[in-house]
């Protein structure tokens, strides 16, 4: 078999063009969005639809969870600067209750030392 056999008689050529045809591009229908209802940012429903008492427990649950992480971040650094004054060899704590930064600020001198 010869190349020329293959090869058909007129060049075969591309029809680009015809893709661009108002008549070939169809829009294709955008999804409806959800209900969102954002507080501070967040989508606090998740879901398509909620009644109001269901969206205030969900706020209130998550403020709780919030200030009970926030509660417990406090104690370990109170607990921990606590432990830090107790360490470290200091005369003022004799005479008075040292703030946190008074702590620190010993322990950052005792440590230099």
Do not use: C, W
Not at 12 to 17: D, E, I, R, S, T
Not at 61 to 75: A, G, L, T
């Amino acid at each position: 078999e010869s190349l020329e056999e293959k090869t058909p008689e007129r060049p075969m050529f591309l029809n680009f063009n015809a893709d661009l045809n108002p008549q070939n591009t169809t829009k294709k229908p955008k999804p409806k969005k959800a209900t969102t209802y954002k507080v501070n940012g967040v989508n606090i429903l998740n879901r398509k639809s909620l009644d109001s008492k269901t969206v205030m427990e969900r706020l209130k649950r998550r403020r709780e969870n919030h200030n009970h992480v926030e509660r417990k971040r406090r104690d370990n650094i109170n607990h921990t600067i606590l432990e830090i004054s107790q360490l470290i060899p200091h005369e003022a704590a004799v005479s008075a209750k040292l703030n946190k930064g008074s702590i620190l600020r010993l322990a950052a001198d005792y440590i230099k030392v």
